[in-house]
């Protein structure tokens, strides 16, 4: 029961990572490679600003306004960027954020990461036990689901999708491209480190590795899989990942040996789903346009 | 300083070789080769069993990575890259299967040969001095290396056949094809090119720093940001911009510290896209070619 908990965690963890970067990738057809940042920063912050004995609402308040204000200044760089000139700025913001995960001792840990992360606190009850994670993920994961669905179905989610399918259309009819996608961009940052302020608290110990590039392709399997662009595509994408390093397991395979074939079962995937099915599992956008 | 600016030399040498090879690939074929990352790694696995396991003579190690280099290269275009772009696929589909066939192909290379660093020599190498600045073994043999190719790679792009082909297919794919170009088996061998001409460099990388699965991801994103510096417009771009990264990393190590090489060479990654929004040379065009 304690084992099925903490994959409901997990999968919990992935599909609001996943949810994150949809906006940006699936509805308005940029490819973010610094989601795993987002999801960094958050983890850290809350990792650090807890240790000044703030509570868990203002830590994990400050994580997601953090997470915030980096996307809102990678967005303000990087938005008027097109195809891969936007993948390679993002891509190097991921770079330069893990660079100061594990160079910036002072602030960091640096590769020694941060260690004994309190868990949330809320009044006088703390959550200790895998049920009440589990509880907590699985709460997030509906408040964004239907925050998702409400912004998709409210004309600002329409004018996302007019901006990434054609954005000469949808400048004609009075829409800033700008403000669509860097909107995007920040929510995704918001909600992403969000993420990564419970991550922190229920995994309690963190370092650089676990926000690098790796990271990153699991986040990105997990729209792609699912589908981009759907707003139920990135839970089935984080049932697939969550699931399959413990099925891996297993085969008796050991832990490192299981994260390296399910990287490559997910490489493998993503160049034929590219082939025969780029719109994902649930069928969404198949990044024909090229923005 | 002397020293600080010779090792840039040398890195900027490194970088500027596998910079030409992934500008080769992405101006041509306009893919954006992230799996660059693995083919490098591959090479220096492929020189590790070679030198070290069969005891091959070191020109002949450098021969038999080109051509296995190039095969898998060649291999990487013919099976994932050529049926997308027969579908006129997008930027964003093939950088998404590059993404995907590097992250397969990299944890393929950890589990074959596990993830621990390889070396492939023990022990403080023979060292050079020149008036003040001391180079090892490697760092020279970077730099030996590095002329010669660097001169075959201009005279090739200059007087040769392989300069034109590239521009026409970067200018204008479809109207080559018109022109009698056999534009699969064209790019085909700029893969296999380029990822020869990368493997050279990842070697030489290998022999001085050693190993790991992981090993060619850096040096990809070196060899994007050499592009990017140098300007992707010209053919000259590739090797001015390795040599100007090498020489700003070595700065930025005097200046403040080593580990910050990637985060300051990305920052000006970033700064040069969004200033310039493409190079730092910009190429004048007529009118209609823009």
Redesign the interface.
Same mark, same amino acid.
């Given at each position: 029961m304690r084992f099925l908990l903490s994959v409901t965690f997990n999968i919990c963890v992935y599909a609001l990572l996943g949810m994150a970067l949809n906006l940006p990738l699936g509805y308005s057809g940029m490819l973010l490679l610094c989601g795993a940042s987002f999801f960094g920063v958050g983890a850290y912050t809350y990792a650090i600003v807890s240790y000044y004995s703030f509570g868990f609402l203002e830590a994990f308040l400050i994580a997601a306004f953090l997470g915030a204000s980096i996307a809102s200044v990678i967005g303000i760089l990087t938005v008027r960027l097109r195809g891969d000139d936007f993948a390679i700025a993002t891509l190097a913001f991921q770079i330069i954020v893990n660079a100061v995960f594990s160079n910036w001792i002072g602030l960091t840990g640096g590769p020694y990461g941060q260690r004994d992360i309190p868990p949330p606190r809320i009044g006088s009850w703390t959550l200790e036990s895998n049920g009440e994670y589990a509880a907590l993920a699985i709460v997030m994961v509906a408040l964004v689901v239907g925050f998702s669905a409400m912004l998709v179905n409210l004309p600002y989610g329409r004018s996302l999708i007019a901006v990434r399918d054609s954005e000469l259309g949808a400048t004609t009819i009075g829409k800033n491209p700008i403000y669509y996608r860097l909107s995007a961009i920040i929510i995704c940052g918001i909600i992403a480190s969000a993420t990564g302020a419970i991550y922190a608290s229920q995994i309690t110990y963190i370092d650089p590795l676990s926000f690098g590039f790796d990271e990153m392709m699991l986040i990105l399997a997990v729209v792609i899989i699912g589908g981009a662009g759907t707003l139920y595509g990135p839970l089935v994408g984080a049932l697939i990942i969550a699931v399959l390093p413990e099925i891996l397991k297993s085969f008796a395979l050991d832990d490192a040996t299981a994260g390296a074939v399910r990287q490559i079962i997910l490489g493998a995937v993503l160049v034929l789903l590219m082939h025969f099915r780029p719109q994902g599992i649930a069928g969404g956008y198949r990044f024909s346009s090229n923005t | 300083m002397e020293q600080f600016l010779a090792n840039g030399l040398c890195k900027g040498a490194i970088f500027a070789t596998s910079a030409a090879g992934f500008y080769l690939i992405y101006r041509t074929t306009k893919v %954006?080769h992230i799996a660059h990352a693995v083919v490098c790694a591959a090479a220096t696995y492929f020189a590790y069993v070679c030198l070290v396991k069969f005891h091959f003579p070191l020109l002949l190690t450098f021969l038999a990575t080109a051509t296995a280099t190039a095969t898998l290269g060649l291999l990487i275009d013919v099976v994932?890259y050529r049926?997308?772009q027969k579908r006129n696929?997008?930027?964003?589909?093939l950088?998404?299967?590059s993404?995907?066939? *590097?992250?397969?192909?990299? *944890?393929?290379l950890?589990?074959i040969f596990g993830?621990k660093p390889l070396v492939f020599h023990s022990g403080p190498e023979p060292t050079i001095q020149l008036i003040s600045i001391i180079l090892n073994q490697s760092q020279t043999r970077q730099l030996l290396v590095f002329v010669p190719l660097a001169a075959v790679y201009v005279i090739l792009m200059k007087a040769g056949p392989l300069g034109q082909l590239c521009t026409a297919l970067a200018d204008n794919s479809k109207l080559a094809y018109v022109l009698g170009v056999n534009v699969h088996s064209a790019r085909a061998i700029i893969f296999a090119i380029g990822s020869a001409i990368a493997s050279v460099a990842s070697v030489l990388l290998a022999l001085d720093i050693g190993t790991e699965p992981h090993f060619g %991801?850096p040096l990809m994103?070196w060899s994007?940001?050499a592009c990017?510096i140098g300007g992707l417009g010209w053919h000259w771009g590739p090797l001015i911009g390795g040599i100007a990264l090498g020489l700003v990393q070595s700065l930025v190590a005097w200046a403040f510290?080593s580990?910050?090489d990637?985060?300051a060479t %990305?920052?000006l990654?970033?700064i040069l896209?969004?200033v310039r929004?493409?190079d730092l040379f910009v190429i004048r065009r007529r009118p209609e070619e823009a």
């Amino acid at each position: 029961m304690r084992f099925l908990l903490s994959v409901t965690f997990n999968i919990c963890v992935y599909a609001l990572l996943g949810m994150a970067l949809n906006l940006p990738l699936g509805y308005s057809g940029m490819l973010l490679l610094c989601g795993a940042s987002f999801f960094g920063v958050g983890a850290y912050t809350y990792a650090i600003v807890s240790y000044y004995s703030f509570g868990f609402l203002e830590a994990f308040l400050i994580a997601a306004f953090l997470g915030a204000s980096i996307a809102s200044v990678i967005g303000i760089l990087t938005v008027r960027l097109r195809g891969d000139d936007f993948a390679i700025a993002t891509l190097a913001f991921q770079i330069i954020v893990n660079a100061v995960f594990s160079n910036w001792i002072g602030l960091t840990g640096g590769p020694y990461g941060q260690r004994d992360i309190p868990p949330p606190r809320i009044g006088s009850w703390t959550l200790e036990s895998n049920g009440e994670y589990a509880a907590l993920a699985i709460v997030m994961v509906a408040l964004v689901v239907g925050f998702s669905a409400m912004l998709v179905n409210l004309p600002y989610g329409r004018s996302l999708i007019a901006v990434r399918d054609s954005e000469l259309g949808a400048t004609t009819i009075g829409k800033n491209p700008i403000y669509y996608r860097l909107s995007a961009i920040i929510i995704c940052g918001i909600i992403a480190s969000a993420t990564g302020a419970i991550y922190a608290s229920q995994i309690t110990y963190i370092d650089p590795l676990s926000f690098g590039f790796d990271e990153m392709m699991l986040i990105l399997a997990v729209v792609i899989i699912g589908g981009a662009g759907t707003l139920y595509g990135p839970l089935v994408g984080a049932l697939i990942i969550a699931v399959l390093p413990e099925i891996l397991k297993s085969f008796a395979l050991d832990d490192a040996t299981a994260g390296a074939v399910r990287q490559i079962i997910l490489g493998a995937v993503l160049v034929l789903l590219m082939h025969f099915r780029p719109q994902g599992i649930a069928g969404g956008y198949r990044f024909s346009s090229n923005t | 300083m002397e020293q600080f600016l010779a090792n840039g030399l040398c890195k900027g040498a490194i970088f500027a070789t596998s910079a030409a090879g992934f500008y080769l690939i992405y101006r041509t074929t306009k893919v %954006f080769h992230i799996a660059h990352a693995v083919v490098c790694a591959a090479a220096t696995y492929f020189a590790y069993v070679c030198l070290v396991k069969f005891h091959f003579p070191l020109l002949l190690t450098f021969l038999a990575t080109a051509t296995a280099t190039a095969t898998l290269g060649l291999l990487i275009d013919v099976v994932v890259y050529r049926p997308l772009q027969k579908r006129n696929a997008s930027s964003l589909v093939l950088l998404i299967s590059s993404l995907g066939i *590097n992250g397969a192909l990299t *944890n393929c290379l950890l589990l074959i040969f596990g993830s621990k660093p390889l070396v492939f020599h023990s022990g403080p190498e023979p060292t050079i001095q020149l008036i003040s600045i001391i180079l090892n073994q490697s760092q020279t043999r970077q730099l030996l290396v590095f002329v010669p190719l660097a001169a075959v790679y201009v005279i090739l792009m200059k007087a040769g056949p392989l300069g034109q082909l590239c521009t026409a297919l970067a200018d204008n794919s479809k109207l080559a094809y018109v022109l009698g170009v056999n534009v699969h088996s064209a790019r085909a061998i700029i893969f296999a090119i380029g990822s020869a001409i990368a493997s050279v460099a990842s070697v030489l990388l290998a022999l001085d720093i050693g190993t790991e699965p992981h090993f060619g %991801f850096p040096l990809m994103l070196w060899s994007v940001a050499a592009c990017i510096i140098g300007g992707l417009g010209w053919h000259w771009g590739p090797l001015i911009g390795g040599i100007a990264l090498g020489l700003v990393q070595s700065l930025v190590a005097w200046a403040f510290a080593s580990e910050w090489d990637m985060a300051a060479t %990305f920052i000006l990654v970033i700064i040069l896209l969004v200033v310039r929004k493409r190079d730092l040379f910009v190429i004048r065009r007529r009118p209609e070619e823009a």
